[in-house]
């Protein structure tokens, strides 16, 4: 079984940064393909990003396409998600999610109903 936990959320105004972490345990990472989710109140759980077991394909919500970026050190076993110029609708609890099947440069990578593996999540404010 694979435990993922979030952390490094936080407030931070709008147009600053925050770099979130996702560290697994019970199973290599590299074997694992991650993404992040986001989840505001009364609204559905909604994709952020994605990456593949090695870092080769990355995909991105249009609505953080070049103000975020999703990473990996799976010799640290750990994900990363830096979101810079944060906007107040960025707002929301973030998930990290995992999964040894799904494809990443597919679009049901996009479907949280894909992965198997999830955090608790970690809330991330952002003051206008």
């Known amino acids: 079984q694979v435990q993922l936990v979030e952390s490094g959320g936080g407030l931070v105004q709008a147009g600053g940064s925050l770099k979130l972490s996702c560290t697994a345990s019970g199973r290599t990472l590299s074997t694992i393909k991650m993404a992040w989710f986001r989840q505001a109140p009364e609204k559905a759980r909604e994709f952020v990003a994605a990456?593949?077991?090695?870092?080769?394909?990355?995909v991105y919500a249009d609505s953080v396409k070049g103000r975020f970026t999703i990473s990996r050190d799976n010799a640290k076993n750990t994900a990363y998600l830096q979101m810079n110029s944060l906007k107040v609708e960025d707002a929301a609890v973030y998930y990290c999610?995992?999964?040894?099947?799904?494809?990443?440069?597919?679009?049901?990578?996009?479907?949280?109903?894909?992965?198997?593996?999830w955090g608790q999540g970690t809330q991330v404010t952002v003051s206008s």
């Open positions: 999610a995992g999964d040894s099947s799904v494809v990443v440069a597919s679009p049901r990578a996009l479907n949280p109903t894909e992965y198997d593996y």
């Open positions: 990456i593949s077991m090695f870092g080769a394909t990355r």
